[in-house]
């Protein structure tokens, strides 16, 4: 039987994934890996061909940007079977696959696939009051990243830098209310980001603390003007945004985040980049949640280290 279920989607990186798939295939032919080919058509259609491949016995890949990525994994952690899963990163932003350790680089990830290696990676799950259910590798985020995300999702070029700048010109932060495990938070805020990986956007790295071998979200809870979110943006790629006196930091298993004032226009809320809809939504860590095709060693934190002279978790 072959090995792995490989799903891609023709349109990740503005439609650049064609050739990209091609290259992957030539470098997967030359490793021997034994694989086959599935293309998603619609959103949602990853998720459902992942389900069917992991109940077929398949290794389940997804190639793409972080929307397949994520969809491909809840397809294969909600399939109940246990299947393996695991990444070529092929998108304009590639988070997902960055989280547990698999570099931006077609060959590169075509060779952690033909080396086999596995473990263990805690995963987050968010459930909304209005009952949307995702579970998560990266951050889940509300407020202005979230309509960030939901600007770029709708955009052909899917570019969220430009989603930002657009977002910026009419953001104004509202109340909000986050129930931790030890901790709360009432007041004023711009975005709060809950970390299980450290990173989104493309390499923006706003829960840089984060780890997912530690059962605990790394939480930031931002009450930001306009200027000084504008000023820090570029920081976030070198993780040195923080520590800030208007960045609040926190450790939980599980959050909580509400509107403060029911009466103002919520904020949205989104995992790995795909938009789940209103807050209220409730976040838990899941301690080892899943195994996953990925390197020895975490060689996304070892690049950052040899750019910038230290991990993105590490601070002076």
């Known amino acids: ?99 547990i350790g698999i570099p931006p680089d077609i060959k590169r990830a075509c060779e952690i696939i033909a080396e086999g290696h596995t473990g263990k990676s805690d995963i987050g799950l968010a459930i909304t009051d209005e009952g949307v259910k995702r579970y998560f590798i990266g951050i889940g985020s509300q407020g202005f990243d979230a309509e960030a995300a939901r600007r770029a999702n709708e955009s052909k070029k899917k570019n969220y830098v430009i989603a930002v700048l657009k977002t910026l010109i009419r953001w104004k932060n509202r109340e909000i209310k986050v129930i931790m495990d030890n901790d709360k938070y009432e007041g004023e805020s711009t975005l709060i980001a809950v970390g299980n990986g450290p990173s989104y956007g493309g390499g923006m790295y706003m829960c840089a603390k984060a780890r997912v071998n530690d059962g605990l979200f790394y939480i930031n809870v931002c009450n930001l003007s306009k200027l000084v979110l504008l000023r820090n943006f570029k920081r976030m790629y070198s993780a040195s945004h923080i520590p800030r006196p208007d960045i609040y930091e926190f450790e939980s298993k599980k959050v909580r985040i509400e509107m403060l004032n029911p009466e103002d226009e919520p904020f949205i809320c989104q995992v790995d980049g795909e938009v789940l809809g209103n807050i209220p939504v409730t976040y838990e860590a899941l301690k080892d949640g899943y195994e996953f095709i990925q390197p020895e060693i975490d060689e996304v934190a070892e690049a950052f280290k040899e750019k910038h002279g230290r991990y993105f978790y590490e601070f002076k």
Not at 9 to 28: E, F, H, M, T, V
Not at 45 to 51: D, F, M, P, R, V
Not at 70 to 85: A, H, M, Q, R, Y
């Open 1 to 99: 039987m072959t090995d792995h279920g490989i799903i891609y989607n023709p349109i990740s990186a503005g439609g650049k994934s064609k050739a990209d798939i091609d290259q992957a295939c030539r470098y997967l032919d030359d490793l021997g890996v034994s694989y086959k080919l599935f293309e998603s058509e619609y959103a949602g259609h990853a998720i459902e061909l992942a389900t069917q491949l992991a109940k077929d016995g398949y290794r389940v890949i997804g190639a793409g940007g972080d929307g397949t990525c994520n969809e491909v994994f809840n397809g294969v952690i909600t399939s109940n079977t246990g299947s393996l899963c695991g990444f070529i990163p092929m998108g304009s932003g590639n988070d997902i696959p960055g989280a």
